[in-house]
């Protein structure tokens, strides 16, 4: 096989310097720059319209850059497009299968389109029903199934090709919190034997589960990378604790509490006192006559990271 | 459940799989017909009810005109271009039931592919190129139209109405389908440049394909029209197919250079409505 087909765990399969794309006056990417290596499961952590997607479909050559450049498995993608989508499995933010066909059938149409043989694909297909826990439906059209359904199955329809590369785009946006884990469970285990992941996503709790490394953006722009863990302690401090007076006294408390906290963030609903102790915080602002109407003291998570990099809320 | 390691490592990599340049140089060489196997299986579903149409459409047809109208039209002015009236309109028919099916496959469709239900975003993360895509819509629906055209001749030669020998009326299949093309793939072209259905379609069925319909030699010869509407012939697939489908059928007779120029509109319309759509088909999906 050609080396560049087949680098070994740890090498870059993903390389983009300077990577943009304009459209009109939208600048959706703006000169981003990351590296993921074989065997990682990597992020894209930042909120709707931030160029998760455009960057996601940049690397599949779906979409043309203006500048920068792009490999994938050593090739560029606007080149060599179709040698590089064979490598892939790509799982779109909206699901595009066939209702009308079976979940078996949507299957093997599309492991035809990589020139897979239906001797090939009859097994295959079985064998990704079952890893996507649907072998009840296997025969039954696609229209009957759940949302979490539909999306384990587009899952299982990515990995025909038996991809070194898995592109989810936004995998479990819409789904109740039960298909959720359902789904990361099925995306750890692939993690497990080797597949590279690359996950757009605008949840924390999916980047913090799912994610070795990640970047996160806005604008277009990378505002920072690291592993969930390096992010949080880089960015945030261990606990936050969040005060709620009530809307009209929340701006009117703020000034009290400014010495209690490494840094304070006042959202429109609460306040969010960061700080390594939320207890000992929150006894503190009891101390002082202050008190919050409710309380409530969790650990830093990437939301936090968020807001502390662009002054904004993901999911407003 | 595929739980144990081995079962997910055979799942990533069986080593079943060929080497992803081998599965691309596939694609470049296939992936329209790739895309055409999906089409076919689509077909299925819905093949049943729409072979009862198929084979009710041409009945029906023959029934009215030829039979119905044709016994008042033979009875008034005799025969029509030299044969009964029946034999007259069959092959129009035949050409016009076939272009106006474009209506319905090469226009919605298309719609659902790029909008309603994005059903050309599956192949297009994989090696097959956009441009394999509309080629391979476009000519799975010519194979529908290929079943189509065959059972309106089947029922032709059983009413009598294709009187020449059966290989040569059979050539009306073909013809056929080469008028579905040249209007279809301008049509497909067409529909992928447009990001909304509002009312375009319904207008393309109302002022583009019934005017073929009606205009162009379909009942009556083009000739008998007045000068000043001979265009809609001229322009029309439906009339370059329908004479050629005449000169088959019953052996209508025209000089050599029109037959030849009737070829080369279908031909060329063809050739230039499929580039247009996979031009556009290139050119939307990678913005």
């Known amino acids: ?316 | 459940m595929t739980d144990t390691t081995h079962d997910l490592q055979r799942l990533a990599a069986s080593g079943r799989v060929p080497p992803p340049a081998v599965m691309a140089a596939r694609a470049r060489r296939w992936g329209w017909w790739y895309y055409v196997e999906y089409w076919l299986r689509t077909a299925r579903a819905w093949f049943q009810s729409i072979l009862i149409y198929m084979v009710g459409e041409p009945l029906l047809y023959l029934i009215a005109l030829g039979v119905g109208l044709g016994t008042l039209v033979d009875n008034g002015v005799g025969t029509v271009d030299g044969v009964p009236y029946l034999v007259f309109v069959a092959p129009a028919l035949l050409i016009s039931t076939v272009v106006m099916s474009t209506g319905g496959e090469l226009t919605y469709p298309v719609m659902a592919g790029f909008k309603w239900d994005r059903l050309y975003y599956g192949p297009h993360a994989t090696p097959v190129s956009p441009a394999q895509i509309a080629t391979g819509h476009f000519t799975g629906v010519m194979l529908r139209f290929t079943v189509q055209a065959t059972i309106f001749w089947g029922i032709m030669r059983a009413f009598g109405a294709a009187p020449r020998g059966v290989l040569i009326s059979a050539l009306v299949i073909p013809i056929g389908v080469l008028s579905a093309a040249a209007f279809g793939s301008v049509l497909q072209a067409y529909a992928s440049t447009l990001q909304d259905e509002g009312y375009q379609f319904a207008f393309v069925q109302r002022f583009v394909i019934m005017p073929m319909f009606l205009f162009a030699g379909t009942f009556f010869p083009l000739s008998s029209m007045p000068v000043y509407l001979h265009w809609i012939g001229w322009i029309s697939p439906v009339w370059h197919g329908t004479q050629l489908a005449r000169q088959v059928t019953y052996g209508a007779v025209e000089p050599l250079w029109l037959t030849v120029l009737h070829v080369l509109v279908l031909g060329g319309l063809t050739a230039a409505g499929l580039l247009w759509a996979r031009h556009n088909y290139t050119r939307r999906m990678a913005s």
């Open chain 1, 1 to 316: 096989m050609h080396p560049v087909m087949s680098p070994g765990a740890g090498d870059p399969i993903v390389v983009a310097e300077d990577l943009t794309k304009v459209y009109g006056e939208n600048r959706a990417v703006d000169g981003i720059s990351f590296s993921i290596s074989s065997g990682e499961s990597f992020g894209l952590l930042g909120p709707n319209g931030a160029g998760k997607s455009t960057t996601m479909r940049m690397i599949g050559g779906t979409l043309t850059r203006t500048s920068g450049s792009m490999r994938v498995a050593g090739l560029d993608p606007a080149e060599r497009g179709p040698e590089v989508r064979a490598h892939l499995g790509v799982v779109p933010q909206q699901d595009n299968l066939d209702e009308e066909l079976t979940v078996r059938d949507n299957l093997i149409v599309y492991g035809r389109y990589f020139g897979l043989p239906h001797s090939y694909l009859r097994t295959k297909a079985d064998e990704l029903i079952e890893f996507a826990q649907l072998t009840d439906n296997a025969r039954a059209k696609t229209t009957a199934l759940s949302g979490g359904m539909k999306r384990r199955l587009t899952i299982a329809r990515a990995l025909v090709n038996e991809p070194r590369l898995l592109l989810l785009d936004e995998p479990t946006t819409g789904l109740d919190p039960q298909a959720r884990h359902v789904l990361w469970d099925r995306l750890f285990r692939l993690k497990e034997v080797g597949v590279t992941l690359v996950v757009t996503t605008h949840f924390m709790d999916e980047a913090e589960q799912l994610c070795d490394r990640l970047i996160v953006i806005d604008k277009g722009q990378i505002m920072a990378e690291g592993s969930p863990r390096s992010l949080i302690r880089d960015y945030s401090t261990r606990e936050v604790l969040e005060v709620r007076f009530g809307a009209q006294r929340n701006a009117a408390v703020v000034d009290q509490l400014a010495d209690v906290a490494t840094r304070l963030e006042v959202l429109p609903d609460r306040i969010l006192v960061y700080t390594d102790d939320g207890e000992a915080a929150l006894e503190e602002i009891s101390a002082r006559g202050l008190t919050p109407i409710t309380s409530l003291v969790r650990r830093s998570s990437l939301e936090d990271v968020f807001l502390r990099l662009t002054g904004r809320t993901l999911v407003d």
